[in-house]
């Protein structure tokens, strides 16, 4: 009787509820999956990929770094953004970071310079102030 009563509420009243329930419902479907994102750094020999992971499901490369076009690599706490002009800034860390535990790596693209601020696990970085030892600031 109850699904009857609906139905019948539905239609002798405009679909526009209908069609705005459906549109706030989707939205709240695309806002909830993309709310839960991991980031993926893969360490090649010469090269850094970046990846963003919607869901565990979806991945999306953000970019590809060559170790060779580094200029500079350090705590976040020591980026000074007024130095120079900067492209374009990668953000890549969870909500829930510690400052002491996030990294900033300026690269070079078709003659700009690039940012990416990142969360190396200590492997990590253990081999990037190793491997870019010339442009690590303390």
């Given amino acids: 009787i109850i699904a ?3 139905v019948e509420v539905l239609f002798e009243t405009s679909y526009y509820w209908f069609i705005i329930w459906f549109v706030v419902i989707a ?7 993309h709310r839960f994102i991991e ?5 090649y020999a010469s090269e850094m990929s970046v990846s963003k992971i919607y869901s565990k499901s979806k991945r999306k490369s953000v970019c590809n770094i060559y ?7 350090g705590k976040a706490q020591l980026f000074d ?10 953000i890549c860390v969870s909500d829930t970071s510690n400052d002491e535990e996030i990294y ?5 693209q078709s003659n ?8 190396p696990d200590e492997k990590m970085l253990r081999y990037l ?6 442009v690590y600031v303390e």
């Fill in 4 to 6: 009857i009563l609906l």
């Fill in 104 to 108: 900033y790596l300026v690269f070079k």
């Fill in 27 to 33: 939205v709240a479907v695309i806002l909830i999956k």
């Fill in 112 to 119: 700009f310079e690039y940012v990416l601020f990142f969360e």
């Fill in 67 to 73: 170790f060779e076009s580094c200029t500079s690599f």
């Fill in 129 to 134: 102030k190793v491997r870019l030892s010339k």
């Fill in 39 to 43: 980031w993926e750094y893969s360490m």
């Fill in 81 to 90: 953004k007024y130095k120079r002009p900067i492209k374009k800034k990668y």
